[in-house]
């Protein structure tokens, strides 16, 4: 079997679109493949940055200003970085983590419409050269994520969130898809699991070892 360098894979979309559920069949995929990985998520990952987590979606600080939403979820970052993605990474493990920082762009960025630099250069002083090697965005249109995620539970405190603002966060992730097509692939979430799943598919056929 070709070895290849352990990568980084996260998830991103707007609320619903199904990336807890895909989650589960990326993982079998790399079983599959006998790939060595962990699964994370953000905000979130460690013992601090869930606690972060916390602050960030419930109820608590509901009224915080979009600056410290900004700068809490790059504190949540720098913890997970540190503590968990590049040990693993360092370690041969892939990590598969459940949004990253494609996710402050588009909310931070796109939703609250905080200055695209300041995200640029916390990014940077953050992340140093550490990016996602492939991100999969799950997109939908704003409504039938609402809809999904509507049939759950408990809104948090961004799901409280108007239609315009999720808008303006799709919109930010399928420019920031179109501007590194590399990296990012665009999977239409919009069909049933089995459509999607097999977009997915074919995405990690050019991915995995043979
Ligand atoms: N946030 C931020 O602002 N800035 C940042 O830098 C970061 C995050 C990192 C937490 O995210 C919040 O943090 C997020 C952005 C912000 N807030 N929002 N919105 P999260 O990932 O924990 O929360 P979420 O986006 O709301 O995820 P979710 O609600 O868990 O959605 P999902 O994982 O994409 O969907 P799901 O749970 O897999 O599916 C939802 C339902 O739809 C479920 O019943 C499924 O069975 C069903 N489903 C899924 N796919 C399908 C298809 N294809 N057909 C039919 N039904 C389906």
């Known amino acids: 079997m070709t070895q290849i360098k352990a990568q980084f894979i996260t998830l991103e979309g707007t609320e619903g679109v199904g990336k807890t559920s895909n989650l589960e069949y990326i ?98 002083w953050v992340l140093g050269d550490l990016r996602p090697d492939l991100t999969l965005l799950l997109d939908a249109p704003v409504e039938i994520g609402r809809e999904r995620a509507g049939k759950r539970s408990e809104p948090d405190r961004f799901e409280q969130e108007r239609d315009a603002f999720f808008n303006r966060v799709r919109d930010c992730y399928l420019q920031r898809a179109r501007n590194d097509s590399t990296r990012m692939k665009i999977i239409d979430a919009s069909g049933d699991l089995a459509s999607v799943q097999q977009q997915i598919k074919t995405v990690f056929k050019a991915l995995l070892p043979s």
Do not use: N
Request: charged share 20%.
């Open 27 to 124: 993982k079998s995929l790399l079983d599959s493949a006998g790939i060595d990985y962990i699964v994370t998520r953000e905000p979130g990952g460690t013992p601090l940055s869930e606690a972060l987590r916390d602050m960030l979606l419930g109820s608590q600080f509901k009224g915080m200003s979009d600056d410290t939403e900004l700068l809490l979820m790059f504190a949540a970052r720098a913890e997970h970085v540190a503590k968990v993605i590049l040990p693993a990474l360092q370690q041969g493990q892939w990590v598969l983590c459940d949004r990253f920082t494609d996710a402050t762009y588009a909310y931070q960025g796109g939703g609250r419409q905080l200055d695209m630099q300041r995200i640029q250069i916390l990014e940077q």
